[in-house]
Structure formats: structure tokens, C-alpha cells
């Protein structure tokens, strides 16, 4: 598979949308050969260039969602998606489609880290083999919240990637994600990126892993912090997310509130999953079954003394589109 590049893909927009080039570069501070030749690859536009022509063409966030689903050389959101429903022939041919695109750099980090996001979407909660620790340093370095969090790449690596890490592994996790939620109040909640539904799937690795000291740190700062993105009064991707988050949260609260009770938790994960069938959402109603499966049998816990976490400060207050910032993100994925 040859995935569309982006200068094809504006091409083809632009195209579709019966622009001409002249249309399309309007404000855009940029000739119209400039940007034919970014159509053909052959050279780049500045940010402030590409935003106006984006904005020329009319694209939209969903637009660019579909292409990034289109190319398979990357994660998109859809990858999560179809984790969540358990889609394995999609899910298989996405990795292979991954691989395929990215052989030439299969060492680069960040290749291996989007490989082993893929990979551990297809294992089965049956498998029980431990990540090996170069795995675990891998995903300690890349796993650190910062203002590029997103639901394709970190909330992904974390719903399927740590169902077998060491408690050093979620300890380290455990940590990062408290210290970043705890930074939040409601005047400030609007600038968090990391969503409640991150630390709801790992706490869902908590419970099968039976780390009751770490969930008792982390399952009051999910609470607050769900608490805080719902009363957020501006619709927009904050909302979104809360809502998206509120049966993950729902499902961490019945099984960690009826610890000593497990069939109190069943009848009330019974209820959720049958609410979310109501609704219609099957897939998230199966997801949870799944994970309630998993936290009654348990995982094995296991250490990594190997593990050298270090936490890197990328955080909202210091973020800026800017060169030193972009060098920070670069350093990280590189």
C-alpha cells in the first residue's frame, strides 16, 4: 500500500472542490507554484501559509481524520475504536499496512513504539506473556502527558499495551497521570488534554493487577478529574471527551468501590453494559465484559528492576507552537 502523502491529498481536495490554485493560495502569502509543488511533494509551505489554505479549502478536522485513517502509516482514532470492538481482521491488516510503510526505519523509536501499539491491539487478554523490559523503557519514554496527547497514540498504548507491565511500569504511570490531572481546577480544565478515560484504562490494569495501594492514589484524582472536564460548560472536545470517558469511570467505580463484594460489582457492571446496549453501544458494553473478565481472574504481578523512568516536564503551562518546543517533542519521539 502507498499511502496519500498530504500534498495529494490537499491536491485532491482541492480538486474535488473545483478550486483552482489561485482559489486555494488567496491570503495565503504563498504563489500558486508554491503550492503546486507542495501538491507534487516537492517542497514544504510555512505554518502560516498552510493554515490559510486549509481554511481557503474549507477542511475540517474530520476531513483530516479520514485521511489519516485512509493512509494506515500512522495511528488514527478509529484504531482505538476498533480495539474497543474487538475488530481483528481491520486491526491486523492496519498493522501489517504499518509495518509495510515504515520498514526502512523499523528501528526508530517511534516506529517501533506505533508498532508495538498496533501489535498489542490483536493480544488476546488470555496472553499472559510479560512485556520485555526494552518494551517498558520504550513505553516509559514515550508516554509522558504533554499538550500532544491523543486519543490514537497514548490513550490506545495504554487501553491495550499495559495489560502485562510490571508494577514498576504502573507505578511510574500511576504517578505521571496524578501529577498532571491534580494540576487542574475548573478555571483551568479547558487547557487538559489527557481525558478521564486515560486514567480509567489504566486503573482497569490496576484492578487486574490487584494494585490497591496505587488505585487508592489514583482513583480519587479520577473522580475529581472526571468531575471536573463534566462540568465544563463549553461544548466542544473537553464535553466530548468527559462523556466519552463517564462508563469507563462508571465501570472503575463498581469494581474498586465493591472490592470485597464481587458480586455487587457484577450486578452493577451487569446494569451499565445493559444501559450502554440500550444505547446502542454494543462494542463499549462487550469492552467492559472483557475487562470485568480480566479483573476477576487477575494478572500476575511481576518487577522490572531494569526500569529507568524519567519524567519529562512537557507541560501545558510551559507549551508553545514554537522551535524550542517542537525541539523538546522531536528530542522525545526521536
Not at 120 to 144: G, I, K, M, Y
Request: aromatic share 8%; charged share 20%.
Amino acid at each position: 500500500m502507498v499511502p496519500l502523502s498530504i500534498g495529494e491529498f490537499v491536491r485532491q481536495v482541492r480538486k474535488d472542490r473545483k478550486l483552482s490554485l489561485d482559489d486555494a493560495v488567496t491570503d495565503a502569502g504563498c504563489s500558486t507554484a508554491s503550492l503546486s509543488r507542495f501538491e507534487r511533494d516537492q517542497s514544504d509551505l510555512s505554518l502560516a501559509s498552510m493554515h490559510q489554505i486549509l481554511t481557503n479549502l474549507q477542511l475540517t478536522y474530520y476531513d483530516l481524520e479520514h485521511f489519516q485513517e485512509q493512509r494506515q502509516d500512522s495511528l488514527a482514532r478509529l484504531a482505538y475504536f476498533l480495539f474497543i470492538a474487538q475488530d481483528l481482521p481491520r486491526l491486523s491488516n492496519w498493522a501489517s499496512n504499518y509495518r509495510e510503510a515504515h520498514r526502512q526505519h523499523a528501528d526508530h523509536p517511534s516506529i517501533q513504539f506505533g508498532q508495538f501499539i498496533l501489535t498489542s491491539t490483536l493480544r488476546q487478554n488470555s496472553d499472559t506473556t510479560p512485556l520485555t523490559p526494552a518494551v517498558e523503557q520504550l513505553l516509559s519514554e514515550f508516554l509522558q502527558p504533554f499538550a500532544g496527547w491523543r486519543l490514537s497514540v497514548h490513550t490506545l498504548a495504554i487501553a491495550a499495551g499495559l495489560t502485562n507491565a510490571s508494577h514498576e511500569l504502573l507505578a511510574t504511570f500511576t504517578t505521571r497521570l496524578i501529577a498532571y490531572a491534580q494540576q487542574f481546577d475548573a478555571e483551568t480544565i479547558d487547557s487538559a488534554v489527557v481525558g478521564a478515560a486515560d486514567l480509567a484504562h489504566l486503573a482497569i490494569h490496576l484492578l487486574a493487577h490487584r494494585e490497591i495501594q496505587l488505585l487508592e492514589q489514583l482513583y480519587p484524582v479520577l473522580c475529581r478529574y472526571q468531575t471536573l472536564r463534566q462540568a465544563h460548560k463549553d461544548m466542544g472536545t473537553i464535553e466530548a471527551e468527559a462523556v466519552h470517558a463517564a462508563p469507563l469511570v462508571k465501570f472503575v467505580s463498581a469494581a474498586y468501590t465493591n472490592l470485597n463484594t464481587p458480586a455487587q460489582a457484577s450486578a452493577e457492571i451487569s446494569h451499565l453494559c445493559a444501559q450502554l446496549d440500550a444505547l446502542g453501544c454494543t462494542d463499549l458494553a462487550n469492552y467492559l465484559k472483557r475487562s470485568w473478565a480480566m479483573i476477576q481472574a487477575g494478572r500476575t504481578t511481576w518487577h522490572n528492576s531494569q526500569l529507568r523512568a524519567q519524567t519529562r516536564q512537557l507541560t501545558t503551562t510551559s507549551w508553545r507552537f514554537d522551535g524550542p518546543t517542537i525541539a523538546q517533542v522531536r528530542q522525545l519521539y526521536h
